[in-house]
């Protein structure tokens, strides 16, 4: 209040001293005091006006700027308490994500174990399957083996009798299937 009041002399005297020189200066011609007295008239209504504003809107205008100063502190205070909970949510989604992201690298390497389990036994079951299958391609080349041995024997013994036919045909004569044909029925005879 002391400072605004000072604000107020200092201005008055300011008026004062440029009326006192304006009418210094037209003191020279007609109407000095003329001109003195429009000058005291016009800086006492202004020091009338003045006060008058002042008395009116003194209060209002502090009022004004106490009101605008509390809303900016309370804002500021807003503000901070703001951003003290986005650095607590920002901290909270951080230690979620680093969560996150190391249940994901576990659950990676939980799969990677899972995978080499899984090729491990892939790779038994087709070492089992292909020893299977080699052991019945054995036992069906041998089978073939002994098929075909079979019916090679039964075709030589075929052939064998063929021969012996075609050379006892060639070689025997009349005579030979004469005594032959007396041997066997000795045979008969005898054995009934």
Known sequence: MKKTFSSIAALFALLITAGLA??????????????????????????????????????KIKEFFVGRRAEIKESLEKAVDRKAEAEKKYREYSDKIDKASTEIDGIIEMIKAQGATEKQKII?????????????????????????????????????????????????????????????????????
């Not at 003195?36 to 003194?58: C, E, M, Q, R």
């Not at 070492?127 to 089978?143: G, L």
């Open 22 to 59: 304006f009418a210094s200066e037209a003191e020279g011609g007609h109407g000095g005091a003329e001109l003195w007295k429009s000058f005291g008239l016009k800086t006492f209504n202004f020091i009338v006006l003045v006060g008058l504003l002042w008395w009116l809107l003194a209060a």
């Open 124 to 192: 038994e079951d087709a070492e089992r399957t292909a020893r299977k299958m080699k052991e019945d391609a054995q036992a069906r080349i041998e089978q073939e083996m002994k098929k075909a041995t079979e019916q090679l024997k039964a075709q030589t013994v075929e052939l064998s009798v063929q021969m012996a036919e075609e050379i006892l045909k060639r070689s025997i004569t009349q005579d030979d299937h004469k005594a032959m044909v007396k041997e066997y029925i000795d045979k008969v005879v005898i054995k009934h």
